[in-house]
Each structure stands twice: as C-alpha cells, then as structure tokens.
C-alpha cells in the first residue's frame, strides 16, 4: 500500500485544488484530509458522512473552588501561565492548559479535577471518487497530531479491507507537530510551492523535514508564470537538493473559478489544468511504479 | 497597540498586510514573525540582522544508576515522553512537552533537567523598526515554546511603548491562537472564496473566546464570490479594507516587494486600514467605568 502526502510548508500554494484533482485521477484511493485544523478539501469533494466519531485527546485541569485552600502550588508549578489568580480560587485557562497533569498532581488539597478533553469530530464518508477519512478539530484545540495520526491509521485500515492500493492525503501547513504526524512513514510527499520568495524559503524546510524523515519527494511548482527568475532559482534547488520536478501549473483564475463551481481543476478544465493535472500525476505513478502509471 | 494579523486558511496574504503595514505605519512600531514553523516577514522587510541566540526547552535526562523504577514519573507523564519497562528508564525527548513533572515527582533525583533545542531567535532592525522573529529547528514538532520565547525576547529590542505587528500563522489551532492571544487587536486576512470563507468561519469561532476586537482584510477582492461578506455580516465583523484581486500584486509579491510601495493603489488602502486599526484600539469598557 501507498501513501502519498501532499504539502508546501507555506500554506496558501494549492495543496487542496491539487489533492481533489488528484483524487480524481488516481482512482481507486483512499482519500484523506490531514489538515484536522482547517480541513478544505471537504468543500470540492461534498462528502457524504457515513460515520461521525467523537475524538477525545488528553485531559484538562479544572479547579474546585469549593475545595481551593489558595496555597498557590498550581501558579507555581505550572509551566504554561494556565492558572489565573481570582478572588475567589484561581481558575484554569484552558487555552493555556497543556493538559500535564502537573497541577492535578500536586495540589494538596485535590482540589483539580482532570477531565478528558474532547477535541473534534473525525468521520469516514463516501465521495465520487471514492472513499473519504476527515475530520474537524474544534476550533482552538490542540493534540492535532494525535488526530492526524488517528486517520491515517483509519485509511490503512479501510484501505487493507477494502483492497485498495493507495491512500492520497492533503497534508497541513507548516512543518510542525501536524505536519510531522502527516509526513512520518508515508512512501512520498508530492510538495506544492509557488515562485515567491516565502514559496522558495518554505520549500526549502518541508524538503529539509522530508529528508529528516526520510520520506522521498517531489515538487510541483504551481503559479509558476508569476516569475520566470523564481521559478528558475526554484528549479535550480530541487535540481541541486535531487528532488524531481513533478510538473507545474499556471497562475490562473480558472483555479478560484473551479473552487467556487465547488469542482476539481480535471472537471472545471479537463483540457486545460485539468490535463497538466493528469501529466503530474502519471510523473508520480512512475516514480513510485504504480499499476496506474500509462 | 499590539495587532495580529492572522488567518485561518494559509496563503491569503498575511505576510503582505503585516510587511505593509510595518512600512505605512504612523507611529514607532516593531515586527514580529511569530510564524515560527514557515516565517516569512524577513523576505521582505530585509532586517539588518543585530543577533541570534539558540531556544531551548528544559527537558528530563535519565540517570538510571538512580532509578529505582517506581514508574512515578511514567505515571505523570501524559505525552508518553518517559517511560520505564521493566528495569529501564527511557526519555522520549521529542516527545516531551517540558511541563516538569517528572522531574518534580522524581523521588530519587533519577531525572535530571537537560535540553532539547526548539529552533532560534533572531533580531535586528528593518528601517527604524526593530524586528523580531522564531525559526522552528526542522523536526521540532512544538512550536508555542519557541514562539512564548519570542515573545520574551521582544523586550530586550524594543521598548514597551511602542506599537507592535505580529505575523502569526495559519490555521486556528494552539501556534494560531498563541500568537494572537496578546494582541489588542486581531486582522484576519482572507481571500472571497470557498477556502477562505469557511477557514474565516473557523477563525471567528478560535478567537471570539478571547474577546479581542476583530476586522477582516479581504484580499484579492474580485475574484471567487461573496460568501466572506455575508459571513462578516453575520458575525457582525467589520470588513476593514480590500485589497483588490490584481496580477500585478501578485508579481511585486513574487518579486520580494512590499506591495504598499510597489502598488500605490495598496498604499492608500493600508495607510486607511492603518488608521482603522488605530481607532479600535480602545479602553475596554471596564476601565471606563472606573475611570
């Protein structure tokens, strides 16, 4: 079985048009939406939920004021500024609360309660294209790894029963705690970038992360009309750093358009971005010798 | 006044308001790049680099000749960074979260503090603003601490008065809301599409609770559909500025350039957004009533 991860490092590149065109194109798949942050591709792919699944990740603390002898213990130790000083008994700011059980741990008193945190939802759904593993964090919720790491395991699993040799990912922004659980094991990250100087200095560090990881990569330069200079400088790179370039795709209005027809670059322009989506995926298929490869 | 300029979807233009922002900005103000994982401010306000120095978190380093494998710390540990199997201690170290409680509950003096480099910090002046900005080491999986770190160090370079705009990054979970939860004010920059109108969505729901004054940039106005404004409507968010939907925008970005001084069009509608900002940076109303 194969995981193909798409990513960028800066966001905003064109990961998720890219993962909906190719979910079309590299049928049969397992699809899934690895940004549990600000999950998008749901919005091209209108999944239709089969199963809907509470996801609850670590605890947070919660101080009983009845029970609060205001020692200051919990201020002390705390290492993430969580406890608010009040009149009363402080209280515990759960967008600080690291969930460490420190606090709870210490309290003389026990006067902390340590409650499961429920973070988000996860779903599996069927789309047109097959099926789809998602989810949502709840907005200002962390523990997103866990999450991540949670669906890809759901997608080797419905991939395994259902025999289906290929799992296709839309990874997250950024190269962190996410972007690690995205990226740790999978057989290739197809990086989007664009020719702008954030496009190359973030392709530079998911290339970094990729090789830290060992996870072999390919670059897809989207936008890359913008500037013939970057685009050259970003050709370059991947050249000096062995990476393939994968293919590329103009700066176009067409992308936005397909977006808000709520369709793939290969159904809004099937001849046209449509096609260089359908020659980037067969440079994928070949890299990695899949049956779909022409 | 302190102003984040976040989003909830990636690439909407973050980077382009705060870097303009920073050149039309009226009063003293400092830069600083809290998007530790992919910071980009720097590539295009050019500071004069004055320093750099290492972050570290304090992390737990076994010594087992003390261990007595009581599992007290593997039992506090909530991230599965310490472990004891049978007679062997074992530190996770990249999984560590660095809340000290192993090394408090340790009886024995069997953990010791040690360190796990987080990324660095570097410092310097673009113009006459001081600038500031975190780099994540690659494989660092955390990045509130580099960021908290950051934030510590803005003191030292830049005085207490004096204005300042953060670049944060995407997305709405705990980096997002860390970099914005100091601010007076939050920008949310995004773009009239469908990415962009459910991702604002998702922003307005992360950083309500916080109870900060929002108002939303809405670049590349012209393109997509009008979804973001109807949102803003809804949520009774004031839709600050537009940045119209122009190629050429695109290339001054492409081209490394601030596009307030590449595009006079976009200077006037930052310096406008500017004084908007400065207008929502209000007493809140507690205070008033007091004084």
């Given at each position: 079985m194969d995981e193909i991860v798409i990513l960028s490092g800066k966001g905003g590149t064109g990961k998720t048009s890219l993962t909906a065109a190719l979910a079309q194109v590299a049928q049969p798949a397992v699809i899934c939406d690895l940004d549990v942050d600000a999950p998008d591709l749901h919005l091209l792919l209108a999944p239709q939920r089969l199963e809907t699944h509470v996801f609850q990740s670590g605890h947070e603390a919660a101080i009983r004021p009845e029970d609060c002898t205001q020692c200051g213990i919990c201020a002390q130790m705390?290492?993430?500024?969580?406890v608010i000083p009040a009149q009363a008994a402080p209280t515990i700011d759960p967008l600080h609360c690291e969930g460490c059980k420190v606090c709870v741990t210490f309290c003389p008193a026990g006067a902390i309660d340590w409650r499961p945190r429920t973070c988000g939802e996860w779903y599996h759904s069927r789309t047109r294209f097959g099926r789809m593993v998602h989810a949502q964090l709840y907005p200002a919720q962390e523990n997103s790894g866990r999450l991540v790491a949670l669906l890809r395991q759901q997608a080797q699993e419905l991939a395994r029963q259902q025999r289906i040799p290929l799992i296709l990912s839309d990874g997250p922004p950024g190269i962190g705690c996410p972007v690690i659980s995205s990226l740790s094991g999978a057989s290739f990250a197809v990086i989007v970038t664009e020719p702008t100087p954030s496009g190359r200095h973030d392709l530079a560090r998911i290339v970094d992360l990729c090789a830290h990881f060992k996870v072999p990569a390919g670059v897809v330069v989207n936008k890359y009309d913008l500037s013939a200079p970057r685009a050259e400088e970003i050709a370059a790179d991947c050249a000096a750093r062995g990476l393939a370039l994968l293919g590329r795709l103009p700066y176009d209005p067409a992308v936005t358009a397909a977006m808000v027809a709520r369709q793939t670059l290969t159904e809004f322009a099937p001849g046209g971005l449509g096609e260089q989506v359908g020659r980037i995926w067969q440079a994928v298929a070949a890299r990695l010798g899949l049956p779909q490869a022409a | 006044m302190k102003i984040a300029v976040a989003s909830g979807k990636g690439g909407t233009g973050k980077t382009t308001v705060a870097a303009s922002l920073i050149h039309v900005w009226p009063d003293p103000v400092a830069a600083m790049d809290l998007d530790v994982e992919a910071p980009n401010l720097h590539l295009f306000l050019h500071p004069e680099e004055i320093g750099r120095c290492r972050a570290f978190m304090e992390i737990p380093e076994p010594d087992e000749s003390r261990c007595t494998f009581c599992r007290k710390c593997s039992d506090i540990c909530q991230f599965a960074a310490v472990k004891v199997l049978g007679e062997v201690l074992m530190v996770f170290p990249e999984m560590c979260h660095g809340c000290g409680g192993c090394l408090a509950v340790c009886p024995e003096g069997a953990l010791r503090p040690g360190k796990r480099e987080l990324g660095e910090i570097i410092w310097g002046t673009a113009g006459a603003a001081p600038f500031i900005m975190g780099r994540s080491r690659i494989g660092e999986a955390m990045s509130p601490p580099l960021m908290r770190q950051v934030k510590a160090h803005l003191s030292r370079i830049a005085p207490p008065q004096i204005d300042l705009i953060i670049d944060a990054p995407p997305g709405v979970s705990c980096p997002a809301v860390n970099a914005v939860m100091d601010a007076d004010v939050i920008v949310l920059v995004t773009e009239p599409t469908p990415f962009g109108a459910f991702d604002l969505g998702l922003a307005f729901k992360a950083f309500a609770p916080l109870g900060k004054p929002m108002g939303v940039v809405v670049n590349r106005a012209g393109i997509g559909e009008d979804a973001v404004y109807r949102l803003c409507e809804r949520q009774k968010i004031a839709v600050l500025a537009e940045i119209p939907y122009d190629r050429a925008i695109a290339e001054a970005y492409a081209e490394g350039r601030v596009v307030a001084d590449a595009v006079p069009a976009v200077r006037g509608i930052v310096e406008a957004l500017a004084r908007q900002l400065q207008a929502m940076d209000r007493p809140a109303p507690k205070e008033v009533l007091h004084g």
């Amino acid at each position: 079985m194969d995981e193909i991860v798409i990513l960028s490092g800066k966001g905003g590149t064109g990961k998720t048009s890219l993962t909906a065109a190719l979910a079309q194109v590299a049928q049969p798949a397992v699809i899934c939406d690895l940004d549990v942050d600000a999950p998008d591709l749901h919005l091209l792919l209108a999944p239709q939920r089969l199963e809907t699944h509470v996801f609850q990740s670590g605890h947070e603390a919660a101080i009983r004021p009845e029970d609060c002898t205001q020692c200051g213990i919990c201020a002390q130790m705390c290492r993430y500024d969580a406890v608010i000083p009040a009149q009363a008994a402080p209280t515990i700011d759960p967008l600080h609360c690291e969930g460490c059980k420190v606090c709870v741990t210490f309290c003389p008193a026990g006067a902390i309660d340590w409650r499961p945190r429920t973070c988000g939802e996860w779903y599996h759904s069927r789309t047109r294209f097959g099926r789809m593993v998602h989810a949502q964090l709840y907005p200002a919720q962390e523990n997103s790894g866990r999450l991540v790491a949670l669906l890809r395991q759901q997608a080797q699993e419905l991939a395994r029963q259902q025999r289906i040799p290929l799992i296709l990912s839309d990874g997250p922004p950024g190269i962190g705690c996410p972007v690690i659980s995205s990226l740790s094991g999978a057989s290739f990250a197809v990086i989007v970038t664009e020719p702008t100087p954030s496009g190359r200095h973030d392709l530079a560090r998911i290339v970094d992360l990729c090789a830290h990881f060992k996870v072999p990569a390919g670059v897809v330069v989207n936008k890359y009309d913008l500037s013939a200079p970057r685009a050259e400088e970003i050709a370059a790179d991947c050249a000096a750093r062995g990476l393939a370039l994968l293919g590329r795709l103009p700066y176009d209005p067409a992308v936005t358009a397909a977006m808000v027809a709520r369709q793939t670059l290969t159904e809004f322009a099937p001849g046209g971005l449509g096609e260089q989506v359908g020659r980037i995926w067969q440079a994928v298929a070949a890299r990695l010798g899949l049956p779909q490869a022409a | 006044m302190k102003i984040a300029v976040a989003s909830g979807k990636g690439g909407t233009g973050k980077t382009t308001v705060a870097a303009s922002l920073i050149h039309v900005w009226p009063d003293p103000v400092a830069a600083m790049d809290l998007d530790v994982e992919a910071p980009n401010l720097h590539l295009f306000l050019h500071p004069e680099e004055i320093g750099r120095c290492r972050a570290f978190m304090e992390i737990p380093e076994p010594d087992e000749s003390r261990c007595t494998f009581c599992r007290k710390c593997s039992d506090i540990c909530q991230f599965a960074a310490v472990k004891v199997l049978g007679e062997v201690l074992m530190v996770f170290p990249e999984m560590c979260h660095g809340c000290g409680g192993c090394l408090a509950v340790c009886p024995e003096g069997a953990l010791r503090p040690g360190k796990r480099e987080l990324g660095e910090i570097i410092w310097g002046t673009a113009g006459a603003a001081p600038f500031i900005m975190g780099r994540s080491r690659i494989g660092e999986a955390m990045s509130p601490p580099l960021m908290r770190q950051v934030k510590a160090h803005l003191s030292r370079i830049a005085p207490p008065q004096i204005d300042l705009i953060i670049d944060a990054p995407p997305g709405v979970s705990c980096p997002a809301v860390n970099a914005v939860m100091d601010a007076d004010v939050i920008v949310l920059v995004t773009e009239p599409t469908p990415f962009g109108a459910f991702d604002l969505g998702l922003a307005f729901k992360a950083f309500a609770p916080l109870g900060k004054p929002m108002g939303v940039v809405v670049n590349r106005a012209g393109i997509g559909e009008d979804a973001v404004y109807r949102l803003c409507e809804r949520q009774k968010i004031a839709v600050l500025a537009e940045i119209p939907y122009d190629r050429a925008i695109a290339e001054a970005y492409a081209e490394g350039r601030v596009v307030a001084d590449a595009v006079p069009a976009v200077r006037g509608i930052v310096e406008a957004l500017a004084r908007q900002l400065q207008a929502m940076d209000r007493p809140a109303p507690k205070e008033v009533l007091h004084g």
